[in-house]
RNA sequence: CGGGGUAUAGCGUAGUCCGGUUAGCGCGCCUGCUUUGGGAGCAGGAGGUCGUAGGUUCGAAUCCUACUACCCCGACCA
């Protein structure tokens, strides 16, 4: 393979970068801002999306699917939504190319204009609340809760593979309720779910709570959000949800007829996780030896390499490896027999380290004459050799010590990054060295905006949970009623 | 979209200032032999319209103009 990884202390945005695209799992692609998602990384954006959907049809979700053309009149009934989405729209005007007539190429056919430009959808409350102004009439109509997997498009100045890209990958809930309590319960438990795939799944300690106003979501009333700590000490975004109160069913008119028979709009909400997922995953375990996927989410959970010196030594290995593989198989587990014989081990040993494979299997003659496999773990990098002999419980073992060391690691690393703050002095040296500020907050636009101003550093979350210590903001010194967290962030 | 940089084989690069043989090297790739418990060795071989389009010149990777893409830094954002 040759490849070079830069590492994290020297260059950690050239270190994302080198191991997305050298461990495959993604490269640009020839449109500007878009990305190739690779075999290899899509199979873990599958082993995501499975997970969260099973999730989501636990609490009662549905799939269904809306066109990715949104009429640009749509667009505009929620003033906010509009505002907040108007500056990153593609936008679809001619439906209809022909042949340059000046000569070669092929050029729009300027007579094929659109009555009605279309959106290619940010996201796609307006078509959906549109549509569902016709399927809700009654409460027995709701709750109405839907959910559909997509790709949506935001033309963004900047991009990064997966962290942020023009065109990404996503799902969007989107559910509508009787009553206010009964949405808001929602976008709670939605939270709920995203915070557990992140830490039950991803092994990435979350912290839950609440956006600013300023960061709240365009159209919402409330904004939910899961936050994660990278390694260099910034803050990434992992998962919204919105309480959208009744402004997209007044927007739209989606009015139901009560128990008591009166017209009522419906209460909202929506929520949604994207591929931005994939960076996170990256960026909250890899090292400088290459990628480390936790064990839920691996594509394979097990390599084996055989070692071997002539034919008759492979047949024999790969015979053992194959029995190995299936039992492993048996209980369960993804498992890869790398059985190429145009690479030698010690390659092998490297790649597969490089993309992320938790364990990892040698096995060769003296392992056959002992009965025994050599065994590697991927998070620590340690070898043992183990007896052939209840193998497998084993190994299931220690891809559970995997999953929960990488999730111990991680939150080691956060506890260790966050800090309580009482002085503007001291926020100002502690942001420049990353990680989570607690400070208190005035409550203000004006001074978030100036901190952000002054320090790139905007408000992460404010904690759903009050801790009942007021103090005084580590800005304005005016009165405060709980900490929040701020960070710079992706 | 502003400021800066880069563009030569799949990847990394030399050559560009100062125009002049057949554009060189490493990795990777192909063939063969030897190898195989942590990125194999030797031998032979394939692969380039020098980002694109114009221009200057007897002659352009090299000089000029425009465009495009990518990287870094800002503004915007999941």
Redesign the pocket.
């Known amino acids: ?4 990884l830069s590492s994290r202390e020297d260059n950690y ?2 270190w994302y ?1 080198d191991l997305v695209t050298k461990a495959d799992l993604a490269e ?1 692609s020839a449109v ?2 878009c990305m190739v998602i690779k075999p290899y990384g899509y199979a873990i954006w599958e082993s995501m999306q499975a997970a969260l959907d099973r999730m989501f049809k636990d609490t009662g979700h549905q799939n269904a699917y809306f066109p990715l053309f949104i009429p640009k009149s749509f667009f505009s009934k929620e003033a906010s939504h509009v505002e907040g989405f108007a ?2 729209c593609a936008v679809v005007t001619h439906y209809r190319l022909k042949n340059d007539p000046n000569g070669k190429g092929i050029v729009v056919d300027e007579d094929a204009k659109l009555e009605e430009e279309l959106i290619v959808r940010p996201t796609s409350e307006t078509i959906i609340w549109d549509t569902y102004r016709n399927w809700i009439q009654s409460y027995r109509d709701l709750p109405l809760l839907i959910n559909q997997w997509a790709n949506v498009v ?1 033309w ?3 991009t990064r593979l997966f ?4 065109e ?1 990958l996503w799902q969007e809930g989107h559910t509508a309720h009787e009553t206010m309590g009964e949405a808001i319960a929602e976008a709670e438990q939605m939270l709920r779910v995203y915070a557990e795939f992140a830490e039950e799944w991803m092994a990435m300690p979350v912290l839950r709570g609440v956006k600013s106003p300023n960061e709240r ?1 365009a159209g919402a009333v409330e904004t939910y959000c899961i936050e994660a700590l990278m390694q260099d000490g910034k803050a990434l ?1 992992a998962g ?1 949800s919105h309480f959208l109160g009744q402004n997209f069913a007044k927007a739209f008119d989606v009015k139901f007829l009560s128990k008591e028979n009166k017209q009522e709009y419906v209460w909202a909400t929506s929520w949604g996780v ?3 997922l994939m960076g996170a995953l990256v960026m909250s375990h890899s090292d400088d030896h290459g990628l480390v996927i936790p064990p839920k989410l691996a594509p394979i959970q097990v390599v084996i390499v055989p ?4 034919a008759e030594q492979l047949e024999m290995v790969a015979v053992k490896a194959r029995e190995i593989k299936k039992s492993l198989e048996a209980r369960g587990l993804r498992v890869k027999f790398d059985d190429r014989d145009t690479q ?4 092998k ?3 597969w ?2 993309k992320g494979v938790p364990v990892r299997i ?6 056959l004459e002992n009965e025994t496999v ?1 065994v ?1 773990r991927r998070d620590t ?1 340690e ?1 043992e050799v183990l007896q052939m002999t209840g193998l497998d419980q084993k190994l299931v073992n220690i891809l559970e010590q995997v999953q929960k060391n990488l999730f111990q690691k991680a939150l080691d690393f956060r506890n260790l990054n966050t800090f309580k703050v009482d002085s503007w002095d001291e926020f100002l040296v502690q942001i420049e060295k990353g990680g989570f500020i607690l400070a208190h907050w005035d409550g203000t636009a004006e001074t978030e905006q100036k901190i952000k101003d002054e320090t ?1 550093a905007t408000i992460r979350l404010i904690p759903l949970t009050n801790d009942g210590k007021p103090g005084k903001c580590v800005y304005s010194g005016k009165p405060s009623t709980q900490r929040v967290y701020f960070a710079r962030a ?1």
């Open positions: 393979m040759a490849k070079e945005s050239q970068t640009n500007r801002g500056k990153e935001r963004e100045m900047r962290l942020r890209t023009t990404f979501f975004q919204t994207s591929t931005r070692i071997y010196r002539n030698k081990p010690g390659f040993f490297t790649e380290e490089f040698a096995i060769g003659p003296r392992d050599e590697a990098l070898k790139k992706y």
